[in-house]
T-cell receptor, first 115, second 113 residues
Framework: ETGVTQTPRHLVMGMTNKKSLKCEQH?????MYWYKQSAKKPLELMFV???????ENNSVPSRFSPECPNSSHLFLHLHTLQPEDSALYLC??????????????FGPGTRLTVL | GDSVTQMEGPVTLSEEAFLTINCTYT??????LFWYVQYPGEGLQLLLK???ADDKGSNKGFEATYRKETTSFHLEKGSVQVSDSAVYFC????????????WGLGTSLAVNP
């Protein structure tokens, strides 16, 4: 058990739907991350939150909207997605901010399919 | 910019075979190097890491040595098991790159009984 949970594990949505992905970490960490994992591509960092403040947005389209209400929870709100957004979305957390040697702990991911 | 290059998979081995997965990197300064493993249906887990040149990271029978002269961090295991079947990712983290993890593409390993 990694201490980072994600729900739902699988999601199928149409391009006009609105859905949200949820991540929860039980590790007492202060930094949380959203990654996109697509076939044949390196893992893409999307957003970083450090002590509930967004510290990084890697040019992610506005149809992806993150929310971090507290250090334990992270959401990714989705609306009007495109089929190319289909991927595995991974959440991670780390202790004490984003220090160079802080290990990131990953959740199992949400497999998203956009029809 | 910083980058990580891994050998392409898939790699298919028989149980008890020797494993090497090559990883080389390009980075300024002195990055920390990591191997992560992703078992089927799961998220990534840190397998081992090395934070300075000549360090050897090891865990679960896997080893990797930080070779600055060859900018490499190859993953090795002397005798693989079926349970080692997974995707392995090499990554680096550099203070000069806003501390982001830079990832390789991943190498899929299948171990047959």
């Amino acid at each position: 058990e990694t201490g980072v949970t994600q729900t739902p594990r699988h999601l199928v949505m149409g391009m006009t739907n609105k859905k949200s992905l949820k991540c929860e970490q039980h590790l007492g960490h202060n930094a949380m991350y959203w990654y996109k994992q697509s076939a044949k591509k390196p893992l893409e960092l999307m957003f970083v939150y450090n002590f509930k403040e967004q510290t990084e947005n890697n040019s992610v389209p506005s149809r992806f909207s993150p929310e971090c209400p507290n250090s334990s929870h992270l959401f990714l709100h989705l609306h009007t997605l495109q089929p190319e957004d289909s991927a595995l979305y991974l959440c991670a957390s780390s202790q004490g901010g984003t220090g160079i040697n802080n290990e990131q702990f990953f959740g199992p991911g949400t497999r998203l399919t956009v029809l | 910019g910083d980058s990580v290059t891994q050998m392409e998979g898939p790699v298919t081995l028989s149980e008890e075979a020797f494993l090497t997965i090559n990883c080389t990197y390009t980075a300024t300064g002195y990055p920390s190097l990591f191997w992560y493993v992703q078992y089927p249906g799961e998220g990534l887990q840190l397998l081992l890491k090395a934070t300075k040149a000549d360090d050897k990271g090891s865990n679960k029978g896997f080893e990797a040595t930080y070779r600055k002269e060859t900018t490499s961090f190859h993953l090795e295991k002397g005798s693989v098991q079926v349970s080692d079947s997974a995707v392995y990712f090499c990554a680096l983290r550099n203070a000069g790159n806003n501390r982001k993890l830079i990832w390789g593409l991943g190498t899929s390993l299948a171990v047959n009984p």
